[in-house]
């Protein structure tokens, strides 16, 4: 099992991570705290998002809730750092957030001028969800759609890709669509064995002027994407997405998971039009973060910011 993590050791060093702490508003009530005051910080939406309410000391406050918050923060620098962010409304597609955590969060946030938000999810229920709480808050620059996201279609354009918890190749699927699209992305994968038969969309080629409105693009393995294609980088790659997933031994699968975003990382650089023309106005870099192992063992997040090649100079 060390062998085939060491295979990897050189993608980590190129794809380092960097903690980040949770966000100064990410205070997490105790079960000591006054319940009263907690509703009434909620009646009179002092919390200032539309997230569900729960009791203080459960799991939506002790770690769903944190992970939303520290999402919004690394998304929102995404955001402003956009070469369009404040000239239009940025067009943001979450992949596979049909119960709308994530999707209500940023509508509510950001709001109309900002951004308008597209879900796609091929679960129905969860697509029903997720609308009935946009509704509830009036959250008018939200759609939802039930659909493949592997084959999905952004008529609006795609300017940023999120996804949170992302099972398996869907998060692949996501990093397809932003690479096809020269978006932005934050996707926080997990549950690695999940979905290997999804296909992910990438260009044809790598030639910049592929990437057109009327591009060519084409559905490859996961395996292709990765560039792990033969019979024994494809053992290899069953056996880190394994390791992964260990129960019991955190270490091994934190290095499992770093491996394999690395590999994502290193997909998004060969395919990303913005790394393949030097000549282009904007640049994307792509980070490995991750949130307090707290919050979630799966926790994990790869973020691409596209920029202005002019703010830099």
Aim: one cysteine or more; charged letters at 20%.
């Amino acid at each position: 099992m060390q062998q085939v993590l060491d295979q990897y050791a050189s993608l980590r060093t190129k794809y380092p991570t960097t903690f980040v702490e949770p966000p100064p508003s990410s205070t997490v009530l105790s079960k000591e705290d006054d319940r009263n005051d907690l509703a009434n910080r909620m009646r009179n939406n002092d919390l200032g998002i539309p997230l569900r309410t729960s009791l203080p000391g459960s799991k939506w406050q002790r770690s769903k809730r944190p992970q939303l918050e520290w999402m919004l923060h690394q998304i929102r620098n995404v955001v402003e750092a956009h070469p369009d962010y404040g000239k239009r409304p940025l067009q943001v597609v979450d992949v596979g957030g049909g119960k709308g955590h994530l999707a209500n969060f940023l509508a509510h946030h950001f709001g109309p001028e900002v951004v308008q938000v597209q879900v796609v999810d091929i679960s129905p229920s969860a697509i029903h969800n997720g609308l009935m709480r946009a509704r509830r808050h009036q959250l008018a620059n939200i759609q939802y759609n039930v659909g493949d996201a592997t084959i999905a279609q952004f008529e609006q354009g795609v300017d940023l890709v999120v996804a949170l918890h992302a099972c398996g190749a869907l998060s692949d699927v996501a990093l397809g669509h932003a690479v096809t699209s020269g978006a932005s992305f934050a996707i926080c994968p997990c549950c690695f064995r999940s979905n290997p038969q999804l296909r992910v969309k990438v260009p044809t080629t790598t030639t910049p002027s592929s990437l057109t409105p009327n591009n060519s693009n084409r559905l490859a393995t996961v395996a292709e994407w990765l560039n792990v294609a033969g019979k024994e980088e494809e053992q290899q790659f069953e056996t880190l997405k394994s390791l992964a997933e260990v129960q019991g031994d955190m270490d091994t699968a934190a290095e499992a998971i770093h491996s394999i975003c690395a590999l994502r990382a290193d997909a998004v650089m060969r395919h990303h039009p913005e790394t393949n023309d030097y000549e282009a106005k904007n640049k994307i870099q792509v980070e490995l973060k991750t949130f307090p192992v707290s919050y979630s063992t799966r926790n994990f997040c790869i973020i691409g910011t596209v920029s202005s090649r002019e703010d830099s100079n």
